[in-house]
Every structure is written in structure tokens, then in C-alpha cells.
């Protein structure tokens, strides 16, 4: 009997794992502002439908609050943006009062039209979960969502879809969520089509697209995103490769700078004398203040620099700087897409100690991928 029983165990434990879903991404906070979210919403929007629009029938609010789901707690889906919102929404709500005032309320002809607004919305790329429940709130919905007529579109739907929407601007704002959400921005710093270094190697934009038509389901996630996501995945293998090399290991330590109050042809004679392409710029208590490259001689203000200009006028006060500890893997994003050619290295009172160039990075992850 024992020796049935751990067989058995074994493949009940086994079923109940491949029942279990996996947790969503995001932490406490993310989850505690989609709740919160989610009842702001439909307070809004139960409020709207009882004080403006005379009260609205159950069966309307429960789509309502699916679209409130995906709204706060998933507000990156392609299935929660505005035009998905509206379009899905109103889109349906017009195919079902249509198929309830041709067909009555049979529960084919509800079936119908719930078939009927999913075609639509992918046709119109506004597939919203909700728009489906929305159509088949036309038809089933009684006589408090028949008497309506047409009406229940503008009204009840177009009204309290605008006002969910808006609530979800304000309140996504307000607490530092990103929608409507955008991809992140994959344009480089030279201003050029090409993608950024980064997106270069590993999974092309045409490998993600052959992977996406093979297999063959329509995921909720946007394609961009996805893209980013493998950029990201990537990158993060490879911080983990390099983590070992920090910038104290491959920096310049004997760095050449310049005083703040110094002539700019001082800092162009050592440019010129060292061979370098930028110097940091030290302040009174020797400490970084900026950097002037050879680029802000040429392009100050649009024009030349001035003879009797100090290099306070003609340095970036705004500097990225790196520390001795830390990971070139954190560099490498900031050398390849960010446009950085030369990056001071500080340490904790901001006194430089070390530079890091480009030729720096390259020769160490090539030394190190080797095996040197």
C-alpha cells in the first residue's frame, strides 16, 4: 500500500505544480496602486452612471470593472491603452444594441454578437476583454440597457469609458506609472536611423518577427516591448559575465585636468600636448566641476569659442561620472548607445582618481573575453 501511495503523491504533486500559475512581475507597491486604482475607477464611474445618467444597470458596470483591471493593474498592456479603452468599448456596445434591436435577445443572438465585436476590434487594433462583455450587455442586459436604445453607447459606455480613461491619466501620473505606455526609445545619440549598438547583435528585429509568425497565438504584450526585453535579458547576462572587472582595474590614473579659472587655451594647448580628446575640470577645492572636449571648442553656443574665454564658459557642467568599485558591464550601454566617449572616475568627495575612454572599455572586454 506504501509503495502505491508514493507514486501517487509523487504525480499529485507534480499536477498540482503545472496547475500553479506564475507570480506577476512587479512588486507590493505596483500591486497595492493597481487596487487602489482599480476602486478610484469604478467609485467614478458607478457615480457618473447614478448622478448624470440617472443610474445605469448592473449588468453595464460589471464590464466596467474588467476594463479597471486591466487600466491599473496591467496599464503596459496593448489591451488597457486609450484607443483599445474607446474603441473596443464603444465599438461593441454599437454591434450589440445593432444585433439586440435586428435579432432581439435571443442567446444566439447574444453569442453573435460577442463574436461580431471581437472580429471588429482586432480589425480596428482596439481588442479590449471588456468590449466582448460589453456586447453581450446590449443584448442580455434587460429592459434598464434596452429602453436606452442607442443611447447606450453615448451614454453609459462612451461616458464612463472616457471617465475611466481619465481617471487612469491623472492617477498614473500622479503616482509616477507610465501611461498611456510608450516603448522605450531605442533612437541613438547620433540622430541617425541606424539602432543603437546595443540592438545590433543577438536577436534582430527580423528574428523577433519570424519567432512572433511561428508561434502562431496572439500574445498581450506589445512587440517593441518584447524586443526590449531580450535587449535587457541580454545585457543583464552580460553584466553578470563582466561583473567581475570594475573601472579601477582598467582606468587612467595619471589624468590630465584643468583648473575652472584657467585660460581655454591652456586647456587646448594639453589637449593638443597629451593627445586626449577631453579633460576634467577641477574646481578650487580640486574636485570635478566639468568637462570640456575638444567638441565645445568648435561648438560653443553654435560658434568658435572665444580667444579670452575661461574654460568655466566652455565646459559641461553636467557630468556622468563613474566610481573605482564599480562594474564596466554598467558602462557598457552608456559607451555604446549613450554617445559617452570619455568618462571621469571619482571618488567619494568627487576628487578625480581615474578615467575611463572608449579604447579603455574595448581593450579590457576583449582582453577578458579571450581569456587575458
Given at each position: 500500500?506504501?509503495?502505491?501511495?508514493?507514486?501517487?503523491?509523487?504525480?499529485?504533486?507534480?499536477?498540482?505544480?503545472?496547475?500553479?500559475?506564475?507570480?506577476?512581475?512587479?512588486?507590493?507597491?505596483?500591486?497595492?496602486?493597481?487596487?487602489?486604482?482599480?476602486?478610484?475607477?469604478?467609485?467614478?464611474?458607478?457615480?457618473?452612471?447614478?448622478?448624470?445618467?440617472?443610474?445605469?444597470?448592473?449588468?453595464?458596470?460589471?464590464?466596467?470593472?474588467?476594463?479597471?483591471?486591466?487600466?491599473?493593474?496591467?496599464?503596459?498592456?496593448?489591451?488597457?491603452?486609450?484607443?483599445?479603452?474607446?474603441?473596443?468599448?464603444?465599438?461593441?456596445?454599437?454591434l450589440g444594441?445593432?444585433?439586440?434591436?435586428?435579432?432581439?435577445?435571443?442567446?444566439?443572438?447574444?453569442?453573435?454578437?460577442?463574436?461580431?465585436?471581437?472580429?471588429?476590434?482586432?480589425?480596428?487594433?482596439?481588442?479590449?476583454?471588456?468590449?466582448?462583455?460589453?456586447?453581450?450587455?446590449?443584448?442580455?442586459?434587460?429592459?434598464?440597457?434596452?429602453?436606452?436604445?442607442?443611447?447606450?453607447?453615448?451614454?453609459?459606455?462612451?461616458?464612463?469609458?472616457?471617465?475611466?480613461?481619465?481617471?487612469?491619466?491623472?492617477?498614473?501620473?500622479?503616482?509616477?506609472?507610465?501611461?498611456?505606455?510608450?516603448?522605450?526609445?531605442?533612437?541613438?545619440?547620433?540622430?541617425?536611423?541606424?539602432?543603437?549598438?546595443?540592438?545590433?547583435?543577438?536577436?534582430?528585429?527580423?528574428?523577433?518577427?519570424?519567432?512572433?509568425?511561428?508561434?502562431?497565438?496572439?500574445?498581450?504584450?506589445?512587440?517593441?516591448?518584447?524586443?526590449?526585453?531580450?535587449?535587457?535579458?541580454?545585457?543583464?547576462?552580460?553584466?553578470?559575465?563582466?561583473?567581475?572587472?570594475?573601472?579601477?582595474?582598467?582606468?587612467?590614473?595619471?589624468?590630465?585636468?584643468?583648473?575652472?579659472?584657467?585660460?581655454?587655451?591652456?586647456?587646448?594647448?594639453?589637449?593638443?600636448?597629451?593627445?586626449?580628446?577631453?579633460?576634467?575640470?577641477?574646481?578650487?577645492?580640486?574636485?570635478?566641476?566639468?568637462?570640456?572636449?575638444?567638441?565645445?571648442?568648435?561648438?560653443?553656443?553654435?560658434?568658435?569659442?572665444?580667444?579670452?574665454?575661461?574654460?568655466?564658459?566652455?565646459m559641461t557642467?553636467?557630468?556622468?561620472?563613474?566610481?573605482?568599485?564599480?562594474?564596466?558591464?554598467?558602462?557598457?550601454?552608456?559607451?555604446?548607445?549613450?554617445?559617452?566617449?570619455?568618462?571621469?572616475?571619482?571618488?567619494?568627495?568627487?576628487?578625480?582618481?581615474?578615467?575611463?575612454?572608449?579604447?579603455?572599455?574595448v581593450a579590457?572586454?576583449?582582453?577578458?573575453?579571450?581569456?587575458?
Open positions: 500500500m506504501r509503495a502505491l501511495a508514493q507514486p501517487v503523491a509523487a504525480w499529485l504533486a507534480a499536477t498540482l505544480a503545472a496547475f500553479r500559475p506564475h507570480a506577476l512581475p512587479g512588486g507590493r507597491r505596483d500591486a497595492l496602486l493597481g487596487c487602489v486604482g482599480v476602486g478610484l475607477g469604478l467609485l467614478i464611474t458607478e457615480w457618473l452612471a447614478h448622478h448624470w445618467l440617472g443610474g445605469a444597470p448592473l449588468a453595464f458596470l460589471l464590464p466596467m470593472g474588467a476594463s479597471a483591471v486591466l487600466l491599473f493593474m496591467l496599464p503596459a498592456s496593448p489591451l488597457a491603452q486609450p484607443w483599445s479603452v474607446l474603441g473596443g468599448n464603444v465599438v461593441s456596445a454599437l444594441v445593432a444585433l439586440y434591436r435586428w435579432l432581439g435577445d435571443a442567446a444566439w443572438a447574444a453569442a453573435l454578437a460577442g463574436a461580431l465585436a471581437v472580429a471588429a476590434m482586432r480589425a480596428l487594433r482596439c481588442l479590449h476583454p471588456p468590449g466582448g462583455a460589453m456586447a453581450l450587455t446590449a443584448v442580455l442586459g434587460g429592459p434598464g440597457v434596452h429602453h436606452l436604445g442607442w443611447g447606450f453607447v453615448h451614454g453609459p459606455v462612451l461616458v464612463n469609458s472616457v471617465a475611466m480613461l481619465l481617471v487612469a491619466l491623472l492617477f498614473h501620473r500622479l503616482t509616477g506609472r507610465r501611461y498611456p505606455h510608450q516603448p522605450s526609445s531605442t533612437a541613438q545619440a547620433h540622430g541617425t536611423q541606424d539602432p543603437p549598438p546595443t540592438h545590433r547583435t543577438g536577436v534582430s528585429a527580423q528574428d523577433l518577427d519570424a519567432a512572433l509568425a511561428s508561434y502562431g497565438e496572439t500574445l498581450d504584450i506589445d512587440r517593441d516591448d518584447l524586443e526590449e526585453i531580450l535587449v535587457r535579458a541580454h545585457l543583464h547576462a552580460q553584466r553578470r559575465h563582466w561583473s567581475g572587472v570594475r573601472c579601477e582595474h582598467i582606468m587612467s590614473r595619471d589624468v590630465v585636468s584643468v583648473r575652472d579659472d584657467a585660460p581655454a587655451r591652456e586647456a587646448w594647448e594639453r589637449l593638443a600636448r597629451h593627445r586626449v580628446k577631453a579633460l576634467p575640470v577641477l574646481d578650487a577645492n580640486s574636485c570635478l566641476a566639468g568637462i570640456v572636449s575638444l567638441h565645445d571648442f568648435f561648438l560653443h553656443h553654435g560658434k568658435p569659442a572665444p580667444t579670452d574665454a575661461l574654460v568655466r564658459d566652455l557642467r553636467e557630468v556622468i561620472v563613474a566610481r573605482p568599485e564599480q562594474a564596466i558591464a554598467d558602462l557598457v550601454s552608456g559607451f555604446s548607445d549613450g554617445g559617452l566617449h570619455h568618462l571621469p572616475v571619482v571618488d567619494g568627495q568627487r576628487r578625480v582618481v581615474g578615467m575611463v575612454t572608449q579604447s579603455d572599455l579590457a572586454l576583449f582582453q577578458t573575453g579571450r581569456g587575458g
